[in-house]
């Protein structure tokens, strides 16, 4: 009898072991600014083994991976890669953008002090994104047990990914040579930050987002959050999300693998030999299938238009600020009234200047209408169409999509422009090779997106899958409610390894 009652409490306790829900005990977000998809295999021979190449192989690769939104920067991506919901239902409508009539940047913050810095820099939070996060849902999930933190150079790279409820966020400010945060999540930086600061060694003045050791000073950051918060040791699953920002500013400068100079070369085999460190760190710390890492990117990156033509391949400007002004003179002449009838211009979003329509009794659509017909005359632009129109623009479908996706009333432009594929919203010289984003065509919006580790399998698809798939994806995979702006779906082939 005893051995009955023995074998039931043995299974009762199996059950209840079985019963308890399975979750790794990190989650790594890997995010490099400006990669584009190819830079995964361009340089695939000079990678060396245990970063770029362990990753590939040990990992699995949405290799069909896009952007379904414009405009295609930095703080938009970061954004929409954690929430799963694109402009227009987070709220980050790009990296600057309007707010109740005033231009402001996407984490300003009046209300929030710096922290280990006395400048703007440190004036910053995710106070105008509108949506929850992975890092929101997984606190919430574990009531708040979960440690969530954001590591970058930029700041929009550390607090939006971060999101609202993080532990902490930490940013690099030249004018103190080290990382800082602000009010919004502490009142005083921790030791290990003051003292990795120390030990990092830089100058005032000296900013690591244009330099490749900005990569190695990223990882080595998170490397040392890791080590002191204990992350994926705290008997719940931890965050931890890291965004690598010199491989933007470095290309912005110096261009893609198509363009003369080496810097690009230099910094994405700098990032490869410190993956390769920052692996080894998890292994160590974490444990090897303990973790689960994604790696992907904000947005990809277009050729320079100057090594494009060198190479008789299509690319070129359009030069938003001369048709600005000869849309303002223009409308001046056919409405009488003298005024910058486009106030701004936001990458390819051009806003109306609403005060000056009321104060002079003018019809706005009128007004839309004649900057749309006006714009539409530069041979450079395929086409230019008031955003809520969009839905019935004269363009492809997936086109209109991506247009409707990125808008937020109030905060992007009334009209969006279209340039010919490859082609900058400003005037490039003769003389300059660098490279830039925020446009719709393939170079702009096509990115890697490789998860590794925890319950993954080798292997790829070619499936459409997109930014706002990766954060539905990861939640569903821990079993936590998706963030609540999201619009994205998990990705089948990744989540069905389980």
């Known amino acids: 009898m005893k051995k009955i009652i023995l074998s039931v409490l043995m299974c009762c306790v199996a059950i209840m072991a079985s019963a308890q829900i399975e979750r790794p005990k990190l989650v790594v977000g890997l995010v ?23 990753l590939l192989s040990e990992g699995f690769s949405c290799e069909n991976q896009m952007l379904n939104y414009v405009p295609t920067v930095t703080g938009v991506g970061h954004a929409s890669i954690y929430t799963g919901a694109g402009p227009a239902t987070n709220g980050i409508a790009a990296n600057d953008f309007y707010l109740n009539g005033k231009r402001i940047y996407c984490c300003d913050d009046p209300n929030v002090k710096g922290v280990g810095t006395k400048s703007k820099a440190g004036n910053m939070s995710p106070c105008n994104m509108l949506s929850t996060t992975i890092g929101d849902m997984l606190r919430a999930a574990t009531d708040f047990k979960a440690k969530v933190y954001g590591v970058a150079i930029k700041d929009r790279a550390a607090i939006l990914p971060a999101g609202h409820a993080a532990n902490g966020a930490f940013w690099y400010d030249k004018s103190v040579a ?30 690591p987002k244009t330099h490749a050791d900005g990569v190695t000073a990223t990882f080595g950051i998170a490397e040392t959050i890791l080590k002191a918060e204990n992350l994926g040791q705290n008997g719940t699953t931890d965050m931890l999300c890291v965004s690598i920002s010199p491989t933007d500013a470095i290309s912005h400068q110096t261009g893609t693998w198509l363009s003369p100079g080496k810097e ?19 292994d160590q710390q974490v444990g090897k299938g303990n973790y689960l890492l994604f790696l992907t990117a904000d947005h990809g990156g277009t050729h320079n238009p100057n090594s494009m033509r060198e190479h008789k391949l299509p690319g070129g400007s359009w030069d938003k600020g001369a048709a600005v002004k000869k849309v303002n003179e223009a409308l001046s002449a056919k409405f009488g009234v003298e005024g910058k009838y486009v106030k701004d211009a936001i990458g390819f979003s051009l806003y109306i200047n609403h005060e000056l329509i009321a104060n002079n009794n003018l019809c706005e659509s009128k007004v839309k209408a004649a900057v749309v017909d006006e714009i539409q005359k530069d041979s450079n632009v395929i086409a230019a169409f008031e955003c809520e129109k969009a839905a019935t623009a004269p363009i492809p479908q997936w086109l209109r999509e991506r247009v409707v996706n990125g808008y937020f009333h109030g905060r992007t432009g009334e009209i969006y422009v279209m340039a010919k594929a490859n082609y900058f919203d400003w005037n490039v010289g003769k003389d300059f090779y660098g490279s830039t ?13 490789v998860f590794m580790g925890w319950h993954i399998k080798p292997g790829k698809t070619n499936k459409p899958t997109f930014m706002v798939d990766t954060a539905p994806t990861v939640c569903s995979m821990l079993h936590i409610q998706t963030p609540d702006a999201s619009t994205g779906n998990p990705i089948v082939e990744v989540v069905d390894q389980k």
């Open 437 to 449: 984003h925020g446009a719709w065509n393939h170079a702009d919006t096509h990115i890697p997106l």
């Open 32 to 54: 490099v600014d400006q990669m584009r998809w190819d830079y995964l295999y361009y340089y695939y021979d000079k990678y060396g083994e245990g970063g770029m190449k362990r």
């Open 264 to 282: 690009n070369e230099e910094v994405f085999l700098t990032l490869d030999r410190d993956m390769k460190k920052f692996f080894d760190a998890l």
């Open 178 to 207: 080290g990382f800082i945060t602000s009010s919004y999540y502490m009142d005083k930086l921790p030791d290990y930050v003051v003292k990795f600061n120390k030990q990092l060694g830089m100058k005032q003045g000296y900013d």
